[in-house]
């Protein structure tokens, strides 16, 4: 059974409820620790098998009963383990740690995980290794980590065997000394904090705790009156400390004498440069927990560190040091210091080595610096030292990457925000003047076809700007009127303008620049000649202009004069054409201007509007929606028109349902709802796909120019390849697919839609390999009845497989429209598959010459144009000649361009839009032999995918035969 485990353990990792669909957990478990205790399988094996354990342990070890059955048993393997198979018995240990913890066995105190922790602490002791040397390092380290696991799981877990781990940190002077100093580091910080939470602890708990070798703190679990036991809900344990204010962190009241504790950390931090980064920073990180927790000890212990650490190039150092920072502030940093950290961040942030999130990390730190001083303690501000002239290094430039350039602007805004630079002289001083004209250098980008992300950059720092100094009216509105000038260029934007001012209307509530700007933009458009406009531009201007309509402080007669004009001067290029998506624009507006505060005022030219719309525009769905809104507008008051045009879930809808304004209003709300195309809860229609075309229904139209005659017999050589590659000249040539299914229903069953009516089915690429599918008609669709078929054209432009998205709209008897999602259409690779396309009246004589000049081609070393791209690969499986028949029959009959013939045919596939897989089958004693050529050689993948498939479908058939 070993040999299928790779494949059983993928299969779980991948998805462990689909494959506890077909066994259980317990099975499952059983199964696994049955083949670790079996000495004959693999070390490799072991290893894979215990991958279960470590990602899914509570899946498979549910309650603590399974747990300790299922940790017996791994140290039972880890017992009979060769010493020499290293990787096995350290994911042994990782394997029992995950269990035990998952399984609550360790907060239970079960006597397997004493007996774990008992062997933890005896290999993590066995500092000797004069056997093995080096070779047991790994082990230990595992031990360590594992230790540390579970100390951070149950803190306070280690917290009696502090003087042990001490020793054994100063004992070991390999690189195994990283490992011990974390554990020991960690144990420390969580005894110290269990030691406050004890009443009247002082000085002399500390010593005894610090002198400790007694055994293991369980907490409430194992006993609920131990002096040191915490509850679980006690948050402080698992997270730092010193992220809020330290007035917060619980003290030991220790007085002064705490000379050991003092000389502990002293050495802990004498031998912190042996570390790594990342070790150093979370040995630091621990050690100023500690002191924040004992006060007599005094911070300046840290002194002799701060030159190395101020001077650190790490990340991950410097963070510490801003912590130590925030901890201590002036009882361990001097002004001085403070200052040079500054500066240093400073240059950081404008560093040409760093990379762009290290630099904006920087930058966040200068946002959140931690002061000695702190004035407020708001959650971004600028530190009192940060001037505008320290803060000119980090002046934004066109040549900075985008967030770093938006970081700098934001961070520079703040500069002169606080310096009160836009107050002088009441025109803005210096400073925001380049900052302005930094924006504007941006605008000039954006204005000479910049690309998406500069568009997006311009745009987020002007809402900046605007968010800091939008009440400097100089820069305000002139930025108001360079937008509008870049929207005439650029009518494209015009979404980047409506978030724009949407965005800014709702973070500056008390400002009318978002409104000023919509105005702006409003007087621009209808303000621009006729003479230029262009369909384009109408398109972005009406959602420009839908959006303005939103606002009731701007009037709305010059939008709809504006709207009246293009109609009627323009009726032969928009109403006649019947453009839906432009006259649903016009629409668009005008509801909006039938919920504005001057209705009345508007009364008339609205109506003319709309009433324009109905009778000359060319499209039946905008005259019927045109002559809604007329009779809406000429019949119901503003407020019953507000109730009825409201949109579900706004205030004003709410109120409009809660109490009926007259009779008509349920009439409407009835139109409205059959107006309305409302979706289905559930897919309800699907299409089942039908095995078997028949040729003539999957050939592809084409009609040559000139078919050749009978004559097939006389032409030479390459004639037969000249005249079937005449045909593609052709532009009546299609080269096209056809595949058919029955339309459904699904399981569902709700008899509202058991006659359904004018079925629209509408497809969706998911790739670019097709060309856009045409929408499907289906007139009626009866549970009752026999399925419509459904035949489906795809044009490939490339010959690979596809998904398509498929969705249907269509009416039930009451007359009200639905949509509904169906099922994703899959198109396999052999579906694309075609015959030869040979023009009519061609002998299979003639065939066989095409496939033969095509073949020739392929494997010519001469090849030349489109054949460039050609390959030759060999298939080979075993296959009996009764086997190799049933493949052909099944598999290549429609493409046979010679019948199989002592073991050999072959088989021409046609691939859309013009590529040919062409297969010599060769029977040799009991293999078969597929030889391949095509012209396109990205195909070899698929065809090699293909061939193993029909081959293996052909043996299992000769198993069931074999067993039956």
Known sequence: MSANWPERISAFLRSPSQFLCSTTSDIFL????????????????????????????????????????TALELMSVFAQCSPKSLPLRCNLLLALTSVLLCSCCVSSHTSASQDFLDLLLQMAQDTNDAHAGAALHPLRTTACDCLRELEACLPGLLSQRLELLSSLRQQENSRLHQAY???????????????????????????????????????????SAHPNSVSHADLALFSPLTLGPMGKVPSLQTGLDCKELRSLLSSLLEESYLLTSLSQAALLRRLVEVLAMVPAVSPTIFRAQLLRLLGTCKVCLLHTTLLMKAAF??????????????KRLVGLSQHPLLSTPEKLFYMDCILHFPENRPISSGDESLPVLLTPRLAAALVPTVFNDSVSMLARLNLLSLVYLEEGEEDREGQGGRGLAYLYDHLTSLLRIVENQASREMVVTFFRASFLFLLHFCHVERYSEDLSQKLCDLYLRRTRLAPHFINLADRTQERLEESGWAVALLRALQRTITEAPLSQLTLQDLRWHLRILARVA??????????????????????????????????????????????????DSLLTPLADLLQHLTCHYGETDIQDHARLYYTLLTTLSQEKLAGVLAQRGTERGRQAK?????????????????????????PLLRLVKLDKHEPDECKPEHKPDSEPACETESSPGQGGIEDYRAQFQSSSFASEITLQYHLTHTGVHDPHFDKLFSIRLHFDLTDGHYEEVSDISVPCLFRTRKPPTVRLRLKPKQPYHTTLRASAIFTTEDGLSWHSPLADLHVAFPEVFLPLLAPLGWAREKKQRVFEGIWGEICSEQSEGDLTNAATSLFCDQLEDSAVGELVEKHFQRYLVSDLDKGRCKVLFFLPPQSHVLLKVITEEDAVQVHIATDNWKLLP?????????????HSTQQVNGDV
Request: with cysteine; hydrophobic share 40%; net charge negative.
């Open 30 to 69: 059983a199964e696994v620790l049955h083949e670790l205790r079996d000495d004959r399988a693999s070390y490799q094996i072991k290893v894979l098998l215990l991958s279960p354990l470590l990602e899914h342990p509570t899946l498979l070890c549910p309650s603590v009963s399974v747990g300790e059955e």
């Open 181 to 223: 100093t974390g554990l020991h580091a960690l144990a420390l910080r969580n005894a110290v904090y269990l030691l406050t939470q004890q009443k009247g602890a002082g000085a002399g708990d500390l010593k005894a705790a610090l002198g400790s070798n007694e055994g293991f703190v369980w907490g409430e679990g194992a006993d």
């Open 329 to 342: 502030t002036d009882s361990l940093f001097s002004a001085e210091d403070e200052a040079f950290l500054l």
């Open 550 to 599: 939103e606002e009731g402080e701007v009037l709305q007669r010059a939008t709809l004069n504006f709207l009246l004009c293009v109609i009627t001067s323009s009726s032969s290029a928009l109403c006649v054409s019947g453009d839906w998506r432009l006259g649903n624009g016009v629409l668009g507006v005008c509801r909006r201007l039938l919920l504005h505060p001057s209705l």
């Open 658 to 682: 809660v109490r009926l304004l007259s009779a008509i209003m349920g009439e409407t709300e009835e139109l409205t709802s059959g107006l309305t195309v409302h979706q289905t809860e559930r």
């Open 942 to 954: 698929y065809i090699n995918s293909y061939l193993e498939d029909i081959t293996k479908e052909i």
